[in-house]
């Protein structure tokens, strides 16, 4: 499960604009897993949040994650208890789903 204050958005469920995507294209450049540093994902999502804090979504489920597929990947788990965990935080109505 994530820390409270994990505002964690995977970055392939972002459409971003040409040139805030060049902008905060040099975040791109980590290597992945490295112990004691935040995952690509997490550096992007609160760049966002600090560049462009006005953003909407599909309101739809729009990707299909594969999980479990290597000992690294992440597990079913996580989506299980994250989703649960959405649930809980917001009495049962995810607020991007319309």
């Keep these: 499960m994530l820390h409270p204050d994990d505002l964690f958005i995977d970055v392939n469920c972002c459409f971003l604009p040409k040139r805030l995507a060049v902008q905060i ?3 791109w450049y980590r290597k992945a897993r490295k112990p004691g ?3 690509v994902d997490r ?3 609160h760049a ?3 560049i462009a804090p006005t953003y909407d979504c599909t309101y739809g489920y729009t990707v299909n994650d594969r999980a479990g ?3 690294l990947s992440v597990q079913p788990e996580f ?3 994250g989703n649960a965990e959405m649930l809980r935080r917001f009495n ?3 607020p991007w789903v319309r």
């Design 69 to 71: 597929n290597t000992p």
């Design 37 to 39: 540093q935040p995952e």
């Design 48 to 50: 966002l949040r600090q």
């Design 79 to 81: 989506f299980v208890q």
């Design 25 to 27: 294209s040099p975040l």
């Design 43 to 45: 550096v992007i999502a």
């Design 92 to 94: 049962g109505r995810l």
